[in-house]
């Protein structure tokens, strides 16, 4: 059986630690790097409840989208949720690897899986690194085979992601045509210039605040304005972009794993000649449980 350090190595040369954020830390959290590796299980979250699905399925190691620590930790005692996750891990001998924005960013990572998913052809990075080419970097911005109305584009989106009672949210007219996409899987407020200097007709993220939101569509309608009377702002027609389409965050990042679940076991058989076994965990992570309309 390979090792876990075998396997990590396998992990980072597919989803390279020097893609992540500055603010970011993924990488192992938890494991003996000389121990056995022949199942793996991948989630998007590691819940207490998701933890324990991999401990039962016998995973000896778990493979997380979502960081188990955002920020600095003091303690990974019993007092809290955390510690007791890393506790439970290290007794069942279950080590977690974490795959965040460096799996955002590589190829076959987070945002392609979500492109392809969405039907986008002609792709390439929203936000490209200057040091990896045009490949690698956050998000995907692409186009669809043909013109689809924007409710009908939100429907495509609706029914590519696993199911949440929050479901997706759509702003702006269900009959505009819409054919370019760009998409940030996870929170993507902060990306609304580099969306609108793309000219895309609809921009696809999660978390979207009612602040931020209706500052960029109320900015969209008003650059379609004055394009309507020529005043050419922005790009193209007098048409309402960029849309937008707000996604639960776990739902969206979780798409990552339809690619993950073949290409890691893959890479590890050529690294080590042995293929471990694959346990892909489906329990919802997202908080919301009751929606009420």
């Known amino acids: 059986m390979p090792t876990l350090k075998q396997v990590v190595d396998v992990l980072e040369t597919l989803y390279p630690l020097r893609y992540a954020e500055d603010w970011d830390e993924p990488g192992l959290i938890v494991g003996d790097l000389a121990a056995n590796v022949d199942r793996i299980a991948f989630a998007a979250d590691p819940t207490a409840a998701v933890v324990d699905e991999a401990i039962r399925r016998g995973a000896n190691l778990l493979i997380c989208h979502h960081p188990l620590f955002f920020r600095a930790v003091h303690q990974v005692s019993g007092l809290g949720a955390r510690g007791d996750t890393v506790r439970r891990l290290h007794a ?22 979500a492109a392809d998913a969405f039907g986008l052809i002609d792709q390439r990075p929203l936000v490209p690194m200057r040091t990896e ?31 949440t009672e929050y479901g997706v949210q759509g702003c702006g ?13 996870g929170s ?69 794993f ?36």
Request: charged share 25%; glycine share 8%.
């Open 133 to 163: 080419g045009d490949t690698v970097g956050l998000g995907r911005i692409g186009r669809l085979r043909e013109p689809v109305p924007f409710e009908s584009f939100v429907r495509r989106v609706a029914a590519a992601l696993p199911h």
């Open 92 to 113: 069942a001998g279950c080590a977690l690897w974490v795959g965040h924005t460096n799996a955002d960013a590589a190829p076959r990572g987070v945002g392609q899986a």
């Open 173 to 185: 007219p269900a009959d505009q045509m819409v054919e370019t996409v760009a998409i940030l899987p």
């Open 258 to 293: 339809d690619y993950a679940v073949h290409d890691v076991p893959e890479a590890v058989e050529r690294a080590t000649g042995e293929r471990p076994e694959i346990e892909r965990i489906t329990i919802v992570t997202d908080p919301w449980t009751i929606c009420v309309r």
């Open 188 to 256: 993507g407020d902060s990306l609304f210039d580099e969306v609108r200097a793309s000219g895309a007709d609809v921009y696809v993220t999660s978390d979207l605040r009612h602040h931020p939101a209706t500052d960029a569509i109320e900015q969209a309608r008003y650059e379609a304005s004055l394009r309507a009377r020529g005043i050419m702002i922005g790009h193209g027609d007098a048409r309402i972009r960029p849309l937008l389409v707000n996604t639960p965050h776990s739902a969206i990042e979780s798409l990552w």
